[in-house]
């Protein structure tokens, strides 16, 4: 083999190698924020409505929580049934006495709630109809389209613990016409 081919080969071998090396340099990097920093998730129906719509593709902030606690009205993702994830809204603050009344209120410690997420009254409160009293380490949350949500008000779904919130719904990426940050405040 001439020089001029075995120098070709090398130079070659060496572009493979870099490519290879840049992949997984990436997969790594990528391996990372999905673990650490964050993740893609999918809207799978309509209880978040107005705010998300079913098929809706956004990023979940993992990180945030790790330096601050969660705050009221933050939407989150947590798991269900270990396979599923649920993205709700914080309404109920731990150490919070939460009470949905026949008309639909909703009051944190005796006092009426006042906020613009629901989408429509709540007709049924669930066991929300008795107060629920929040342990240290718990959320109580709420779909935005409150009427069709399995939420905090439902036994099988009940208080959510901080340790198995996955993270801050952060980012909308699709579809594209509504890319954009998650409300999560009432400004």
Do not use: C
Not at 21 to 29: D, G, K, M, Q
Not at 63 to 70: A, D, G, L, N
Not at 169 to 186: C, D, M, Q, T
């Amino acid at each position: 083999m001439s020089a001029e081919k075995n120098k070709k080969m090398n130079d070659t071998l060496k572009e493979v190698l870099k490519t290879v090396i840049y992949f997984l340099i990436l997969l790594l990097v990528s391996l990372f924020i999905v673990t650490f920093i964050g993740q893609r998730t999918v809207v799978d129906g309509k209880s978040m409505e107005n705010t998300l719509s079913d098929k809706d593709n956004l990023i979940v902030d993992k990180i945030s929580y790790r330096f601050k606690e969660p705050k009221r009205f933050d939407v989150i993702v947590f798991p269900y049934q270990k396979r599923n994830y649920f993205i709700k809204r914080i309404i109920g603050l731990p150490g919070e006495t939460v009470y949905i009344d026949e008309e639909g209120n909703i009051f944190i410690n005796d006092v009426l709630l006042t906020e613009n997420f629901g989408k429509e009254r709540i007709n049924d409160p669930g066991i929300a109809s008795n107060p629920i009293v929040l342990g240290e380490d718990e959320y109580f949350v709420l779909g935005d389209n409150r009427n069709d949500s399995f939420d905090s008000r439902y036994y099988e779904v009940g208080n959510i613990k901080k340790e198995n919130i996955i993270g801050r719904a952060w980012l909308r990426i699709y579809p594209f016409n509504k890319i954009g940050f998650v409300k999560h405040s009432e400004d």
